[in-house]
């Protein structure tokens, strides 16, 4: 195995998902269902489609759900069998062999740093990818495959990038660039969460990195910083000091299932998708009677 090969997965799952409730009171928001899977099986489907072997899920009080669901289920098995369901029964068995799962419990809710440094003596020395759920990416090449293949090319750390519109860029952590290639960029640094004015371009982090081990020894180091979180990304800004980080301009459709409007859209666009259920679902939409504009004027002017 070449030290530049990338096996393992980081995702972190510890979040206490408050853009949900109560949705996610007493269940995780990570299982949340887009249409017919969890949000986290999207990643975790991306991650084996990219080569990744070992799953790393970092989790927290009330996460049960998220080991129960990608372990098997003799009883749910059985009857599915009994059943005469042998299609269904072999969806739900592949789910528990898609890799190899290990779960690290997050104690408190310390940041996203924290969660990725968690996952250190599983990673030991090796380079390694980290996929946020929320961000839900279709792509024909997966997300996470594209910057695998960059980082084995340019031997650095790759961060995940997308363009946003100019007033979004305080929404996200914001790439400083230096063009290399067509959309490949070496990061000379990087600001959380900019006012338009202050953004140094319009590439904004989306939630996938290859990280080499390095960065476990900055994490240690750094200190906790808005809310009292340790920021991965000021764990980047001292790695980018140290050695080469770039940033790739990841191809695909993002949609953002962290907030309840993105997570409507994904539902929708990933409903249109799917075989049995896209040719209805679109008839749906085409016959459904939508409020006129002057009717949807009046209801935006009363709330």
Request: with cysteine; charged share 25%.
């Amino acid at each position: 195995m070449s030290r530049f090969d990338v096996r393992k997965a980081v995702i972190p799952a510890a979040g206490l998902g408050t853009r949900f409730l109560p949705a996610t009171k007493a269940s995780p928001k990570e299982m949340l269902p887009l249409v017919d899977k969890p949000l986290i099986q999207y990643a975790v489907e991306e991650a084996v489609a990219s080569g990744i072997e070992d799953i790393i899920i970092i989790t927290g009080r009330g996460k049960r759900a998220i080991e129960d669901h990608f372990d098997r289920s003799v009883e749910l098995e059985e009857n599915l069998k009994g059943s005469g369901k042998g299609q269904l029964l072999s969806q739900m068995r592949h789910i528990s062999t898609l890799a190899n799962f290990c779960y690290v419990r997050q104690s408190e809710a310390l940041g996203l740093g924290h969660a990725v440094l968690c996952a250190q003596r599983l990673i030991g020395d090796e380079p390694f990818a980290v996929i946020l759920g929320d961000e839900v990416i279709d792509a024909p090449v997966p997300a996470l495959a594209q910057l695998i293949h960059a980082y084995k090319k340019r031997h650095g750390a790759v961060i995940g990038v997308q363009e946003v519109p100019p007033h979004e860029v305080n929404r996200y952590g914001i790439v400083s660039p230096r063009t290399v290639s067509a959309g490949l960029h070496r990061v000379e640094g990087l600001i959380e969460k900019p006012s338009p004015a202050e953004a140094p371009s319009n590439l904004a982090v989306i939630g996938r990195y290859v990280l080499p081990p390095d960065i476990f020894s900055i994490l240690r180091k750094t200190k906790p910083g808005k809310n009292g979180e340790i920021q991965l990304t000021d764990a980047l800004l001292e790695l980018a000091k140290k050695s080469p980080m770039f940033a790739l301009e990841i191809q695909g459709q993002r949609y953002d299932a962290g907030d309840k409007l993105g997570f409507l859209i994904a539902t929708v666009e990933f409903a249109l998708k799917n075989p049995s259920l896209g040719p209805d679902f679109s008839e749906y939409l085409q016959n459904r009677k939508w409020p006129s504009r002057e009717r949807r004027a009046t209801r935006s002017r009363k709330s």
